[in-house]
């Protein structure tokens, strides 16, 4: 079944710098790529999506990525600033089958 | 914005005892999830739920666990003896299809099995 590995578990940032978070996953069949943002004591939130008919995505300050060739997509985040601190999560999902496969999660912390 | 709403937000259960948590999702969704977090750990998918069936599950959703919808509004998951590791957060979720739409979580139910 799919696989998703994410990296890095924590990432500090100043604000105003960038935060990139990386994964990689397994099923070549996988085919969208949420990205999920977890405030405490909330529920995942997507923030952005991909699909793999496309290789780059972008939405204000945050952007996605997608190396279908490599199996790995990433999160940039630009200007980052302390709102921006919380639990960040990837996905995968295939064709075929309903479930969303998480990473383990990246947990931001952007200083003032 | 239209949301997913899980009750309770917390439950302490003792082991052995059966728990529902409830869940109602976006009003015109037509797939419903549970899906699972233990502490520090990553979200793990449990069931979907279509058409008043489950439409696909994971090994961890053994006989143990149940889904219904008993009405037009809610979806309830139901855990019938509690084990100790069943202590996690539960997120309920919907999406309006399966091509690849956007799933909605709900802010998810803390359950204690003490």
């Known amino acids: 079944g799919e696989n998703v590995e994410q990296h890095p578990s924590t990432l500090s940032v100043q604000e105003g710098d960038s935060a990139v978070i990386k994964c990689t996953y397994s099923?070549?069949?996988?085919?969208?790529f949420p990205w999920y943002k977890q405030e405490l004591g909330k529920g995942p939130q997507l923030i952005i999506d991909?699909?793999?008919?496309?290789g780059e995505k972008k939405d204000q300050r945050i952007a996605v990525t997608l190396n279908k060739t490599a199996k790995h997509f990433s999160l940039h985040i630009t200007e980052t600033q302390p709102e921006d601190s919380a639990v960040y999560f990837c996905?995968?999902?295939?064709?075929?089958?309903?479930?969303?496969?998480f990473g383990t999660g990246t947990r931001l912390l952007v200083s003032p | 914005e239209p949301e997913v709403t899980q009750t309770p937000s917390h439950q302490v259960t003792q082991m052995g005892q059966e728990v529902i948590l409830r869940c109602v999702p976006i009003?015109?969704?037509?797939?419903f999830y549970w899906y699972r977090q233990i502490l520090g750990q990553k979200v793990e998918f449990l069931v979907s739920?279509?058409?008043?069936?489950?439409?696909?599950k994971s090994e961890i959703f053994d006989d143990q666990f149940s889904v219904e919808r008993p009405d037009g509004s809610n979806f309830t998951l139901k855990i019938r003896s509690t084990k100790l590791e069943d202590s996690a957060m539960y997120f309920c979720?919907?999406?309006?299809?399966?091509?690849?739409?956007?799933?909605?979580f709900g802010q998810g139910t803390r359950l204690t099995v003490v």
């Open positions: 996905a995968a999902k295939a064709t075929g089958f309903q479930k969303l496969v």
């Open positions: 099923d070549s069949a996988s085919n969208y």
């Open positions: 979720a919907s999406t309006s299809g399966t091509a690849n739409t956007e799933a909605f």
């Open positions: 009003s015109n969704h037509l797939y």
């Open positions: 739920f279509y058409n008043n069936e489950i439409s696909e």
């Open positions: 991909i699909r793999s008919n496309v």
